[in-house]
């Protein structure tokens, strides 16, 4: 009997985006996947026309969902209360975490990430450069904290850039079974000093020396993705 495919909640939170709004928000809704998802795009009171741009998407994208977070702060702590308001609004078992900055290179990007969300899988981190993803799977979200409170620290600083990006842990989307989510979440408000930071960007690196990456390339002509 085949298995079915996962079912995905894409979140993202959006500031003053309409423009990226625009242009990337139609990757995520014309994905070529022959299973059920949503794209939850939580508004952390833009002032431009994000609102506008929305609605007119909804009414094109039955599967397009929106909601507002009031009194914008940016700060971690306000971007984990943007992403608890999207976990709350989804409906399907896996959610991923991801940045209107950032757009699927394909259109079959959701069929590519549902390769790695098998039973013994809770979270997923993506990266993608130009044509290739590379995935990092984790049985526990135990075994990805330091990249998470890595990433999601207030201060991106060292952070940046492309060399080197999954060795850094610079990681473009998380897929996360639904009820770790919120246990996710809470790695965002952690602080960390000088040092601590230290330590967590060489044990991200030590990592992932040691873990190993799933790596696709990607092909958006009708052909299917090669490993």
């Not at 609102?51 to 940016?74: G, I, Q, W």
Request: aromatic share 10%; with cysteine; proline share 2%.
């Amino acid at each position: 009997m085949e298995q079915k495919k996962s079912r995905f909640s894409v979140i993202m939170t959006v500031y003053e985006q309409a423009q990226e709004l625009e242009k990337n928000l139609p990757a995520y809704l014309n994905q070529r996947y022959d299973s059920d998802y949503e794209i939850i795009v939580v508004d952390e009171s833009s002032t431009d026309n994000t609102e506008d741009v929305l609605k007119l998407l909804k009414n094109e994208y039955a599967h397009l969902y929106s909601t507002f977070l009031p009194k914008p702060d940016r700060n971690v702590i306000r971007r984990r209360l943007a992403f608890t308001l999207g976990v709350k609004a989804s409906k399907y078992e896996w959610v991923i975490f991801t940045d209107i900055n950032y757009t699927p290179t394909s259109s079959r990007w959701l069929d590519i990430v549902a390769g790695f969300t098998d039973s013994n899988t809770e979270m997923v981190l993506g990266y993608t450069k130009n044509t290739t993803m590379r995935f990092q799977q984790f049985s526990h979200l135990d075994e990805a904290q330091k990249r998470l409170q890595k990433a999601e620290r207030r201060k991106a600083d060292g952070h940046k850039g492309n060399h080197l990006k999954c060795l850094r842990g610079k990681y473009d989307f998380v897929a996360i079974r639904k009820e770790q989510a919120h246990e996710a979440l809470k790695l965002f408000d952690i602080k960390i000093n000088g040092l601590r930071l230290l330590s967590l960007r060489l044990g991200v690196i030590w990592q992932g020396l040691l873990h190993n990456f799933n790596t696709t390339k990607i092909k958006d002509s009708g052909e299917e993705p090669t490993e």
